[in-house]
C-alpha cells in the first residue's frame, strides 16, 4: 500500500450514475469489468453487504472509475468471446470450497461440459454470457457457508487439493481476473469432513491470507469489526488480531478494533433509547432525572441526544418541568 490517505466522496452521485447505467441494461460484472471495480463492491454501493445498507461514501478512485463508464450496451465484450483466466479461477475456487462441477452447471444453468475445458485449462476463450453467469454464481455461492460434508463435497475438496486449485479467500479485488495475478500462499491440506469447518466458509490458513482476506472485505464493507470476521469464519477475535499482527498489518487490524468500538458505541446507545422508551411507556410521566437514577447514566440526556432521539430528551425535560411546576402550586 502507498501509505497515501484515502480520499473519499459522497456516494450519492456516483450510485445514481450506476443506477442509469443498469437501465441501460449493463449487468454489473459488465459494469465492474468496463470500470475495474470488483462487482461486490458495486453491490455495497448499490445494496449495502453484510446486512448494512448502501454505502455512504466511496473512494475518489472508484467514484471516478465508475463514473467514467457510459451507458451503452455493447462495450469491449462486443465480439463475444473473452479470456477464459477469470472464470477458471472462480470455478476452481467454488470445486475447492466443496462444490461438484454437475452442481455448479446446474445452478448456473450451463451443461457440465462446458465447465471441465474451462477447469482444465484447455479453452483458450469462453462465451460472454458464460462468463457471466460464472461471476454472478461465483459471488452467490461464496457469501454463503460452503457445502456440508457428503461424499460429493470431500471428493470435491480433494480433487482441488490435488491440483493445488486454491479457495475464494486467497484472491482479493480484482486480482481473480488479471492474468499475472497469483493467490497468496495457495496451499490447504487434503479435505476429510473432520479437518474443515462446514458450517461457515472455509478460513484462510497463513497470516498472509488472513490480510488479503481483511482487506477485501473492508473493501466491501468499510465498518466491519473484528468480531464480525470472527463470526464470519467461526474464529476466536484474538485470532484474527494476531494474524494481521503478525503479517506486518496493524493498520487492518486497528481499522477492525475502531469498528468495534463504534459499532459497540452505536449499539449501547441503541440500547439506551430502547430502555428510556420502555420506562415512558410503563411512567409516561418520568422525569429527566428519574430516568437517570433508573439507568445509572449521568450522561443521559446527551446520550439520548448523541443517539439522534433528542425527543425522548425532550419528552423527559418536559415531563420534570411539570413536576416542578406541580410542586410550586
Known sequence: MSGRPVEWVDAAPVREHVRRLLDAGLTKPQIGRRSGIAPNTITALMEGVHGRGPSLRVRRTTAGQLLAVEPELVGPEDGGWVDPIGTMRRLRSLVALGWLVKVLAQKSALPANTFWPILDERATVIRVGTRDRVISLYEQLTRQPAPPPSMGSTWARNRAARRAWPLPCVWSGNGIDAPDARPVDAHYPKAT?????????????????????????????????????????????????????????????????????????????????????????????????????????????????????????????????????????
Open 193 to 329: 469432513p473432520g479437518s474443515q469447518s462446514f458450517r461457515v466458509l472455509i478460513a484462510p490458513e497463513t497470516v498472509r491470507q488472513w490480510a488479503a482476506v481483511v482487506e477485501h472485505m473492508l473493501d466491501d464493507d468499510p465498518g466491519l469489526s473484528t468480531a464480525q470476521v470472527a463470526a464470519r469464519f467461526d474464529r476466536a477475535a484474538s485470532t484474527i488480531s494476531a494474524a494481521l499482527r503478525r503479517a506486518g498489518r496493524p493498520d487492518l487490524r486497528d481499522r477492525l478494533a475502531a469498528n468495534g468500538v463504534r459499532r459497540q458505541l452505536h449499539d449501547d446507545a441503541r440500547r439506551r433509547v430502547d430502555q428510556v422508551e420502555d420506562l415512558l411507556v410503563i411512567e409516561p410521566d418520568l422525569t429527566l432525572a428519574e430516568a437517570r437514577d433508573r439507568l445509572g447514566r449521568d450522561r443521559l440526556a446527551e446520550e439520548l441526544a448523541a443517539a439522534g432521539r433528542a425527543d425522548l430528551r425532550g419528552r423527559l425535560m418536559r415531563n420534570t418541568t411539570r413536576q416542578k411546576y406541580r410542586e410550586t402550586r
